[in-house]
Each structure stands twice: as structure tokens, then as C-alpha cells.
T-cell receptor, first 113, second 112 residues
Framework: AQSVTQLGSHVSVSEGALVLLRCNYS??????LFWYVQYPNQGLQLLLK??????LVKGINDFEAEFKKSETSFHLTKPSAHMSDAAEYFC???????????FGTGTRLLVSP | DAGVTQSPTHLIKTRGQQVTLRCSPK?????VSWYQQALGQGPQFIFQ???????QRGNFPDRFSGHQFPNYSSELNVNALLLGDSALYLC???????????FGSGTRLTVV
């Protein structure tokens, strides 16, 4: 079985500051891991995905995440926050690339000027 | 290139009624999954359809049923609506050879 824990329901940063959103996973098989972003009243947009290739994954809009098996983590980072990054971020795990996604409860990113 | 299209965008129903939500997958995608997202929560997997068959199912009661058509579009049906069924229903499409899903913008269902 798979599960995801996202630490911190809300994260606040200043514009230009580092963004760090935490995700820890549990999986009985080698996981596939994803980060999605959701803007108000919209669906989910894929930011990046880990599929057992490189452990450092680069995504859209300068986001990246590092898969650390020893820590069962897949934290999302961005060097410099923009106001437009304010949204809800979800980490998700899957047993394979096309099986069901199991989502965390989400982290709301707030960006102040 | 059209992404995943869901209809309607918003819906208000009364307890006990039945509802049908519709989804057209992204061009080239043959697998459709449905998720329920309650307010303030992450999406929860309902079921997945592939080749017109339900391939996987989450922990949802039989009141939730679905269908996939030959053109890969899909419907989600919910019978005997409860207040707790109020949520954003998301459709996601994919292919068996790709990783990750493309999500639609969802249907906001309110049960009163």
C-alpha cells in the first residue's frame, strides 16, 4: 500500500525567497512520485514526476524535487518564489506509472511581496 | 491540443437524486480515472477505466458507478446523493505508456 504525508498545511514565504515543500512517502514497492499544483477553482497541473531514473527531477517553472530513498522523501523546491506560485501543492505516489494516485492532504503556499 | 474536458462545471442537486458527470480525455489518451476532492482535502481515487472496463476501484460505495465509451470518453454516475457527496470531481486521463495524468478542471457538485 502507498501513502503520502505532507508536512505543513500552510507555508509562507516572501517573494524571491526559497520555496521548500515537504513530502514523505510510504510504499511497499519502488514508488513513482509526483508533484501537482492546483490554482483556485482549477484542476491539477503536473509539476514534475519521478519514475526511477535520475533522483533529482526538474519540472516546470523552475521547480525541482529530489528523491531520497533512505529518507523516504520527495521534497519540492524552487530557488526564488514568485507571487504567481501561490497555490495548493499536492504530492502523490503510485505503485506504477498508470495505477491510481494516492495524494497527500496538500500544502498551501502563500507568497508575500 | 485540447486537454481533459469535463462537464458541467457546476451542479446543484438535492439529497436522494442521481447525477451524471462527463469527461472527454486528452487526445491520444485511452485511460480515464475519476477522483473526488472534498473541500480542503487531497483528491481520493474513485475508479479507473481502460478499454471500457473498470480496471481499478477505490473505497467508494456502489452508489458510484461509471462507464467508458468506445471513443474513450467517460461518465461518472452517483445515485442516492448524500450531503457528503458534495465535492469537486476530477477526471484524469493517461495512456499505459506514459507516466502521470492530465487532469480536467473538475465538476463542482453541491448536494443540498
Amino acid at each position: 500500500a502507498q501513502s503520502v504525508t505532507q508536512l505543513g498545511s500552510h507555508v509562507s514565504v516572501s517573494e524571491g525567497a526559497l520555496v521548500l515543500l515537504r513530502c514523505n512517502y510510504s510504499s511497499s514497492v519502488p514508488p513513482y512520485l509526483f508533484w501537482y499544483v492546483q490554482y483556485p477553482n482549477q484542476g491539477l497541473q503536473l509539476l514534475l514526476k519521478y519514475t526511477s531514473a535520475a533522483t533529482l527531477v526538474k519540472g516546470i517553472n523552475d521547480f525541482e524535487a529530489e528523491f531520497k530513498k533512505s529518507e523516504t522523501s520527495f521534497h519540492l523546491t524552487k530557488p526564488s518564489a514568485h507571487m504567481s506560485d501561490a497555490a495548493e501543492y499536492f504530492c502523490a505516489v503510485s505503485a506504477t506509472g498508470f495505477q491510481k494516485l494516492v495524494f497527500g492532504t496538500g500544502t498551501r503556499l502563500l507568497v508575500s511581496p | 491540443d485540447a486537454g481533459v474536458t469535463q462537464s458541467p462545471t457546476h451542479l446543484i442537486k438535492t439529497r436522494g437524486q442521481q447525477v451524471t458527470l462527463r469527461c472527454s480525455p486528452k487526445s491520444g489518451h485511452d485511460t480515464v480515472s475519476w477522483y473526488q476532492q472534498a473541500l480542503g482535502q487531497g483528491p481520493q481515487f474513485i475508479f479507473q477505466y481502460y478499454e471500457e472496463e473498470e480496471r481499478q476501484r477505490g473505497n467508494f460505495p456502489d452508489r458510484f458507478s461509471g462507464h467508458q465509451f468506445p471513443n474513450y470518453s467517460s461518465e461518472l454516475n452517483v445515485n442516492a446523493l448524500l450531503l457528503g457527496d458534495s465535492a469537486l470531481y476530477l477526471c484524469a486521463s493517461s495512456t499505459d505508456t506514459a507516466y502521470g495524468y492530465t487532469f480536467g478542471s473538475g465538476t463542482r457538485l453541491t448536494v443540498v
